[in-house]
């Protein structure tokens, strides 16, 4: 599968180790996810390390039971001197049933050197798209 830089597709199932008292997805959890996709997809815009400078918004939309399988998906829509901003979406699903949107965030993503240092990025790729 081939997808242009800055984006990333990432697909989990949601086991009993992952859920709250509930039997769904433990929020906790659930950001950690998101971060993660957020982190893949700035650094390959980036074509270098990144770290998480913020969270502009988490929206929770749906609980995801155990046993869903959640497809993440994450985008950078904006490229700065060191930072990137990228929009994740989860996705989750049951066999034979169609996805339902289920979270929503926005991450601000910083490129780092070898020091942990914000530097320049020279890629310019942004997919303008919006969560």
């Not at 769904?24 to 950001?31: D, E, I, P, R, S």
């Not at 700065?80 to 965030?105: F, I, M, N």
């Amino acid at each position: 599968m081939t997808t242009p830089q800055g984006t990333v597709e990432l697909t989990e199932i949601v086991f009993p180790a992952e859920a709250n008292h509930y039997g769904t997805l433990f929020g906790g959890n659930a950001l950690q996810l998101m971060a993660k996709a957020a982190f893949l997809a700035a650094r390959g815009a980036a074509q270098r390390d990144v770290v998480m400078a913020g969270v502009t918004d988490v929206r929770f939309l749906a609980p995801v039971p155990v046993g869903h399988v959640l497809t993440l998906r994450a985008w950078v829509t904006r490229v700065g001197r060191s930072s990137l901003t990228v929009c994740v979406t989860g996705l989750a699903a049951t066999l034979g049933s169609p996805q339902d949107e289920v979270l929503k965030g926005i991450f601000e993503m910083v490129a780092v050197d070898g020091k942990g240092r914000p530097t320049a990025i020279t890629n310019t790729y942004v997919n303008q798209e919006t969560a």
